[in-house]
Structure formats: C-alpha cells, structure tokens
C-alpha cells in the first residue's frame, strides 16, 4: 500500500491538499463555545402566587401539577419547593431521554392541567435547561443621575434587546430589574364619608369608565362597522375626570375622591451595579454561533448604544469568553513552541534542517484535517475538544520522529531511498496502529459514563480519535513522500555517523544500561518497589475538580432568613458594599426576586447574589474576610456561601443537591409534622452533626383567624371581609389600561402603617349601609411556620441534612427513629451520586486496561508481553505524581490529562521497544554463529540503542513546549499548569526508569529452558 501510494506522489500531494482546503472551509463554518452543547436532562416549572402562603401553593399548585406530570416518559426524580408566593418543581430525567419531545410534553401536561389551578394563578413557567443556556456575558445598564427609570427599563425592553438580538449568533436576551409603570389610586376617606360613599363607589366608576365592546359591529347600508366606546381611560386626568353619583343623586369628579397619579410598581427584587440601581442584560448565544467573533460584535454594539443614548451608562461584566480564549491561546502556544523546539531538537539529533521541515509540514495539516472529523461527528470547537486535540499532538509528534528515524535508519543500512521510505514505514506500522488502538482503548469507554461526565468525555475522544487517526495516516504516507521529495535530488552525500550530543548521550546510555544488566535481580527488586512507592504519592495528593486558578472575583450569596420587603433587602446589601468602602473592581447584586426568564434557582424576596471583581488576590481575600465579619456580627440568624465566583465550568457541575439527606414522610397525615410535635423528635436524632433542610426552616409570620362568630351575628359575609383584607394588605387590581400590547394597571394604593393601625381605622359596610371596624372580625397572631413545604414524588416529605465525615454508618439508626415515629426514611443526595460514579468508572477503567491488553496480545502473538508495557505506566505515573508533590499541585481533571499524555508516548515507546525485540531477536537467531541466549542480550541492548534518539527527542521536545506555561501567568497558565508537572514529571523520571525496564523484565518473561534447547 504504502509502495503503490509513494510511486504516485503527484496524486499523494493533490489528495492531501485537497483535504486541507476543504478542512479550511469546513473550519471556518465550525460553532466555537465555551462548552459542547449538551442538554442537561432537567425541566424546572416555576410558579408565581402572588401574597400565597407555601401550604396554599402546595395544596392548590404543586400538588396537582405533580400529579399531572408523574407519568412522564424518561422521569427519574421529582422534587418540589413551596415558598411564600413562589414555588418549583425540578424534573429529573433519565440522559436517553430527548430533551426536547419531554419539554414539549411537560407544557401540554400544564396546558391541560390549567383549569384546576386557581383562576388568579398566571401559567407556570416551563425551563429547559443547556449548556448553552449560560450567559456569554452580562450588559450593566445604569441610568444617569436624574433620569427616569422606568423609562430606561422601556429603553431595554423595547429597544437595546432587539438590538442585542439581532446580532449573529445571539439566541436570547434576558433582562433583570426592570421597572413598571402603574396607576395608583388614593381614595380621601373624609370625603367619601362625607357623602356618603365607600371605596366601592370609586372602584366602580374607574371599571365603568375603562369598558370595551368586543366584537360588535353595527351595519349600515352595505356597510359594517366595529364599534368602540369613546370613553376609556388613558392617563390619571382622564380616571379624575370620570363622574361618580352620590346617593343623593348629585355627580361629582373623581378627582375630587380620590387622588390619582403615575407610580413606579413596587418590585419584588431590585438589581445594583456598584451602588447605583440599574438593569442586567444577560447575553446567551446560539449552539452554532462562535463566541470569539459575537462578544467582539456586542463590544461594538455597547460602543453604538453609549453614542446613541447618553442618557445611560453601559459596561460588560462577567464575559466567559476568557476560558476559551485561555483555552485557544494555550493550543496556539503549544504549536508556536512545539514548532521551534522540535525543529530544535531534531536538528541537535538528526543533522539535517530538511527532517524538522518535514515535520513542520505535518503538524499543522493533521490539525487541519482533524476539523474535517469535527465537521462530520457535529462538533464544536470548545474547551472540552480542543482539550482532545492537546492530547493528540503529543503522540502526533511521536509518530513523525518516529518514522522519520526508521526511515534514517533504512538510509544508514544501505536500502536505495524510496525502498527505505518504504521499508522505513512498513516495519512500524503495526506498532504504530497498536499504539494508537491502546490510546483509544483509554478514552472511547470513558463515553459510557452516566450523567453529564460521560456527555463532555463524547467531544474529549471524537478529538482524539480524529487526531490520531489522521496523524497515522500523516506519519505513513504525507511523510514519507515529503521525505522522498526533499532527499531524492540532494546532492549532499549521506552522512551515516551520529552527532557528537547523541553519541555522548549513546555512551551514557551504554555505561548504565551494562550495570542494570549485570545487577538484574536487584535492579528488578529496585524497579518493583518503585511501583507502590510512585503509586502511593497518590494517596497524600489533594484531589479536587479543577486546578486552583487565581480568581480575582468572588460571590455572595446571601439568605437574611428574617420577612422582610425588597426594598429592605435592597438597603442590607448597599450597607454591605459600602463596609468595602469602594476596595473592588467591580461590584454587582441581584437583589429579591430575578425577573430572568431562565433562571432555574430558587427565587426569594429575602435573597441576594452579589458578585465582585477585585483588582488583587490579596485584596479579595481582605474583603471576603471583611464580609464574613459583618454579616455574623450584625446579622447573625442570615444564612450565606461566600467564595471564589463559579464560571461556566462550575455552573455546570456544580450540584445543588444536598450531600447527605435524610428525608421522612409521615405515614398517616401526608403534610407536614407540626413544629411543637416535630422539635422534641429532632432531639432524638440518632447523631447531633446535621443541619435542618428546607422543610424545617422556620420563619415568623403573622395569621389572621376571621371571627365567624361575629361575623353571623352582624350578617358580614365572608368574602366583603376577604375582599377589604386584600384592599389593605395586597395588590389590589382595579382594572387594566390595554393600549397595543402594554398593560397599565390601576392599582389601589397600598398605605404603609401597620397593619394593627389599619384593622382598628378600616371601616366594613355591612349591607344595611352600617359600618363596623374591621379589627372586630379578625384575631391576629404572631407564629413561627415552616419556611417551605417540600414535596417528592412520594408526597411531602421534611428532611436534615447529616455533615458527618461518614453519614452513611448511622443509616439502620435513622430508619429506627422513624419507625418509631410511624415515619417513612430514606436517605438521598451527592454521596449516593459519587458513589455510583467512583463504581461506574473503575468497571470502565477495567474495561480499558482489558481492551489495551487484547491489543497488545494481539500485536505480539504474546500473553506475557503485553504485561511489561502494563506494568511500565505505573513507573511514569509514579513520576507524575513526584513533579506533581514537589511542585505543590494537585490531583485534577488538568493533571488527569497530563497522565494520559504522558502515558500515551510511554507506551508508544515501550510497544516499539517489544517489537522492535522481537524483530531483531528472529534475526539474530537464524544466525548460525549465534545461540539464543546471546541473540536475547543482542536484541535487548541494541533495540534499547535504536529506540533511545526518538523516545528523547519526543520527551525533549514535549517538555521543551510546555515549559513556558509554567512560568506564564493568566487563566490559561492556570488550568494548564498540572498538566505540564504531570508530562514533565512522566517524560522524565518515568522515561528514564522504563528505558532499562523493559529490556529487563522482557529478560524475565522468556522461559531460560527455550535459551538453553535452541
């Protein structure tokens, strides 16, 4: 194959150049994100009901939409959360289930489900959640001193979000702290009684005068025209111009009743930038778009709408571009250094410029050609993919110097120059292949992983296999044919003999591999207790997720855990940023509730997020300190996580359940156990480390019980009671101004006294005309209720959450205490999750060590052999693990990584070591002159001598490229950083000590019987 393809070089060349142009197209259409496009296999139903107490929106709301939505197809788990006038429902699927057919039935299922909600009840919200959902970026939109915030909110809506929409690669704009304009209306109660009059009077004229005729036409001749009344409102003078008739008979202004004016709607939540209110526009880009040409477009934008509107200030916050320009630059760096330092390298060992040419040919057109790959499996260019690409090259450098020094060799022996790029390429091809196919064996069952793992690891091995792929078809024909092309018209007589550098590194070789060789049993003895101790650093490494980058942002979250308003809530956190006295870059918050269309989280009138950038670590250490000192110090009961902010990596990971929660439900009531029962049980809890959950939080309430006693004896009917309640206390809606698709509601002003005040001083009409005071209908009280009501598919369940180093040894004790209580327990959360997946991963790592070895046993017709290149990785992990120590980093996904980096040159070379062993070895036996034994020790030293120029110049060559990230600083350096201790530490110890490995445990897995009988 490999004669017929070189013969035909003309042909190679086309095809290969054909390849690169299309790669070239193709890359130029591939999506670039920070992220694959993975749909996260949840839906979140959010609900919104208004001065509703958590058990009403549970009986009335949650329960009937989980009953509704029990049946869905692909439903692992469903969980619920009833708060004061918000609820949600988290819907868990299994990962086969299509994400977009179960959203489309989730919303049929509520659709159908509407008739049995409350009538006041607006459509709950449906969320799917995807990677791509994350913000790219967030747009700070602030008002200028004394300009008009509602009408900077209407600037948002209507204008900047069309504008930002309408930018390539944008799919949503969302929007949070948005301000409404409303109608207030004030009744004068002096003289409304002075004429005899109520409330009701007036809210009846404002709905009359506010009336349409929908649908009505009159006909005149052949002629039909739609009627409208002439006499709806528009503004506060037309409401006070409206006539309202006394009992006497006489019409007076409404203005004259009431005051009547324009307010700003009262807020459920509030967002600030810095201090100053304003809005967020969080940006979310489209699964196809590229996110390294949108954020310079919506830059460009910002610079149009400063210009345009001066009125407002804007700013970016938050770009999460940075990790994949981090990401990119880092490839782009390992290409430019890979690039000089192999040409570096090669020429020190190889004599010859033309060789590092050749190799600077193939490096970037496997690259190319890899995109083609992309382009055909639908993937993206991404963090997780290009992370794919940065293994390859590695193994992609290997495979180069490889054939390029079988080929030299060729040359040396005497073969004519296309016969030893032929025999050049043919002799390792099948070491190569096998070398690939244990490479692959590693990362293709890492797809099988549950959950969003195994999701990321699908992009991770596409990249991989891609770059493998193409590199051997690079190595096996581009090569050799540019090798032929360049050497085939030199002049310049072949130079057989070896550089002065690689001969003294040759001596060096020789000089120690003689004493390995004559000490065997105690180097063999050294060699395996450096197995156990290397592997053993493992166990005083610090694993975590990701490496440790040097944020320079942190976040707040912040529950006040008291009742209070969001405009109080608003006031806490301007205390809180002005305690930092301006020591920030950047300063944010998301105040109460967030008005964002898809956020998934839980939305509280007592909750703030607030985010910082600093322009230290130093001082974003002193300010998290100052933080955390203020809010123990003034607000003790306020429950807060105060950290390093997440980026998208960590909002993707990140789980919020719970680590280890012991749930109970109550068999016999089905709701939840009362405080005075549910306190004196908790004191028997079988272990004192827990902390209550949702469903035992306590927050203090006020409860209004109607007095039907007095109300019977008075004939005050039920619902004039509930009606003057909500007048008092709530957002009473008198009528709706309807002009073009925007809503003005009139509203019923609400008063700020309290609410004992007003009971005593509200006046109920009875319907003889009498009145009565309000107060002498109701009883109040001041309790402490459940914050929440929490709910599963079983039911409403209350629950803790166990913080003890091994919460699963008191299991049998939990479910004793329940059993005695006639409760139902189970235990769920994260630890069951990392358990399963700790389980799932070691049967797929089994599974890969199984694959590798059938390759191998394979490639040599051995079942001893493949064990020496098994027990080889343990000797280059053990050196990982050393550099990784010394340099004071830790176990992670980066450094993970590294190991299979490093891992794959190692068993490159060890594969090429035993074949090339065996070669030799079957050729020194069919010498007569020769016994076996002395044709083992020929072939062991001299295939350790052929070996020894591509396995350093590939380790030198990696090194030499990744050493510059380690004195780099930046985001990029800081994810890469464990990676190049754990190649650095791999290629070097581990190398070293594999060089005369193999040809000494190859020495001891032959039978000494066959050397003596042959």
């Not at 007589?493 to 070789?509: I, N, R, T």
């Not at 694959?851 to 394979?858: G, P």
């Not at 985001?971 to 581990?990: E, K, N, S, W, Y």
Request: charged share 20%.
């Amino acid at each position: 194959m490999v004669r017929f393809l070189l013969a035909r070089p003309i042909a190679v060349f086309m095809t290969f150049m054909a390849l690169m142009v299309f790669s070239f197209i193709v890359l130029r259409t591939l999506p670039i994100s920070l992220l694959p496009p993975i749909d996260v296999p949840q839906i979140v139903v959010k609900v919104n009901y208004p001065n509703a107490s958590p058990e009403a929106i549970e009986q009335n709301v949650l329960s009937r939409i989980r009953e509704g939505l029990i049946t869905l197809n692909g439903l692992e788990e469903m969980d619920s959360k009833a708060g004061s006038e918000v609820g949600t429902i988290w819907l868990t699927f299994d990962y086969s289930t299509k994400m977009e057919l179960a959203y489309i039935d989730v919303n049929e299922k509520i659709d159908r489900l509407t008739n049995s909600l409350p009538e006041d009840l607006s459509r709950p919200e449906v969320i799917r959640i995807n990677t791509s959902d994350i913000p790219v970026v967030r747009v700070q939109v602030v008002p200028k001193e004394g300009i008009d915030e509602i009408e900077v909110s209407l600037l948002a809506e209507n204008v900047l979000k069309k504008r930002i929409e309408q930018l390539p690669g944008v799919s949503l704009v969302d929007i949070n702290g948005k301000k409404d304009r409303i109608i207030t209306v004030k009744p004068r109660e002096e003289a409304l009684s002075a004429l005899g009059m109520t409330q009701e009077n007036v809210i009846s004229a404002i709905k009359s005068g506010n009336q349409d005729l929908p649908g009505i036409s009159v006909k005149d001749g052949q002629f039909r025209y739609y009627l409208r009344l002439a006499t709806r409102v528009d503004t506060p003078k037309d409401i006070e111009s409206l006539p309202v008739a006394a009992s006497s008979g006489v019409i007076i202004p409404l203005g004259k009743l009431a005051e009547v004016s324009y307010e700003t709607q009262e807020t459920l939540g509030y967002h600030l930038f810095g201090t100053d209110e304003g809005l967020v526009i969080t940006v979310h880009k489209q699964a196809s778009a590229k996110m390294n040409e949108l954020i310079p477009e919506l830059k460009k934008s910002l610079g149009y709408f400063k210009e345009d509107y001066p009125q407002v200030e804007f700013e970016l916050t938050q770009d999460q571009s940075n990790l994949l320009n981090a990401a990119i630059s880092n490839l782009e760096t390992s290409l430019l250094f890979g690039g000089v330092f192999a040409f570096a390298v090669l020429f020190l060992f190889m004599k010859d410029y033309r060789l590092p040419l050749i190799i600077g040919v193939s490096l970037p057109s496997s690259l190319l050609i890899s995109f083609l790959v992309f382009y055909f499996f639908d993937l993206s260019i991404n963090i997780i993919s290009l992370s794919g690409l940065a293994l390859g090259i590695g193994m992609l450098i290997d495979n180069a110097i490889i054939v390029l020094d079988n080929i030299t060799r060729k040359r040396e022996s005497g073969l004519p120059l296309f016969e030893a790029c032929v025999e050049g390429v043919n002799e390792v091809m099948g070491a190569l292949i096998s070398s690939v196919l244990t490479t692959l064996a590693v990362f293709v069952p890492l797809v099988f992983l549950s959950g969003i793992s195994g999701a990321l690891f699908f992009d991770q091995a596409v990249a991989v296999t891609a770059i493998l792929s193409v590199s051997l078809a690079v190595a096996f024909i581009l090569l050799p044919m540019l090798y032929l092309i360049m050497f085939s018209r030199s002049k310049k007589p072949y130079d057989e003999g070896e550089g002065l550098f690689f001969s003294k590194v040759l001596a060096g070789y020789d000089y120690l591999y003689h004493k390995v060789i004559s000490n065997r049993k105690l180097a063999m003895l050294g060699f395996l207790l450096l197995i156990p101790l290397g592997l053993g650093i493992s166990l005083i490494l610090d694993t975590t997720g990701l490496p440790e980058i040097e944020k320079l942002d942190a976040t707040l979250d912040v529950d006040w855990s008291e009742p209070i308003s969001a405009t109080e809530n608003k006031h806490r956190v301007l205390a809180l940023l002005k305690t930092l006295d301006g020591n920030y870059t950047q300063a944010e918050a998301d105040v109460g509730v967030k008005q964002f269309l898809l956020f998934d989280g839980e939305n509280s009138i007592q909750q703030s997020l607030l985010y910082f950038l600093f322009p230290s670590v130093e001082e974003k250490q002193a300010a998290i300190n100052q933080l955390q000192d203020y809010l123990k110090k003034n607000y003790p009961e306020a429950s807060f996580i105060l950290g390093d902010a997440p980026n998208a990596f960590d909002q993707l990971f990140n789980s919020s359940m719970p680590y280890y929660e012991v749930r109970w439900k109550d068999l016999e009531a089905k709701e939840p156990i009362p405080e005075e029962k549910m306190d004196p049980w908790l004191s028997q809890f079988p272990t004192r480390e827990w902390e209550r959950g949702p469903g035992l939080q306590k927050e203090a309430s006020v409860v209004f019980t109607l007095r039907a006693d007095k109300m019977a004896t008075y004939q005050i009917p039920v619902d004039a009671v509930q009606t003057q309640i909500s007048k008092l206390f709530g957002s009473y809606t008198i009528t709706d101004i309807r002009r073009f698709g925007v809503i003005t509601p009139i509203r019923l002003k609400e008063t700020n006294a309290r609410f004992e005040s007003l009971l005593r001083n509200t006046r109920l009409f009875a319907s003889d005309t009498t009145s009565y005071i309000l107060g002498e209908f109701i009883d109040y009280q001041y309790e402490d209720h459940y914050k929440y009501v929490t709910a599963d598919k079983g039911g409403i369940y209350q629950s803790l959450f166990v913080t003890a180093d091994n919460p699963d040894e008191g299991l049998r004790d939990y479910v004793r205490w329940g059993q005695d209580k006639n409760l139902g327990v189970t235990a769920v959360g994260q630890y069951f999750k990392d358990r399963e997946n700790v389980r799932q991963l070691i049967g797929i790592l089994l599974i890969s060590v199984l694959l590798l070895y059938f390759i191998l046993a394979a490639q040599f017709e051995s079942f001893i052999q493949p064990l020496i290149v098994v027990f080889t990785l343990p000797l280059g992990i053990g050196g990982a693990f050393l550099v990784l120590l010394l340099c004071g980093a830790t176990l992670n996904v980066m450094s993970a990584i590294g190991l299979v980096v490093m891992l794959g040159i190692m068993v490159n070379d060890a594969i090429l070591k035993i074949d090339t062993i065996n070669r030799l070895r079957s050729s020194y036996v069919e010498s007569d002159s020769t016994s076996a034994a002395e044709a083992l020790e020929m072939a062991l030293h001299r295939a350790g001598q052929i070996r020894l120029k591509p396995i350093l110049m590939t380790s030198i060559t990696t090194i030499l490229a990744l050493i510059p990230i380690v004195f780099s600083s930046g985001l990029g350096a800081d994810l890469q950083r464990p990676l190049v201790f754990a190649v650095i530490g791999g290629l070097t110890i581990g190398t070293v000590t594999s060089l005369y490995f193999v040809p000494l445990a190859y020495w001891f897995t032959v039978s000494k019987k066959s050397l003596k009988t042959t």
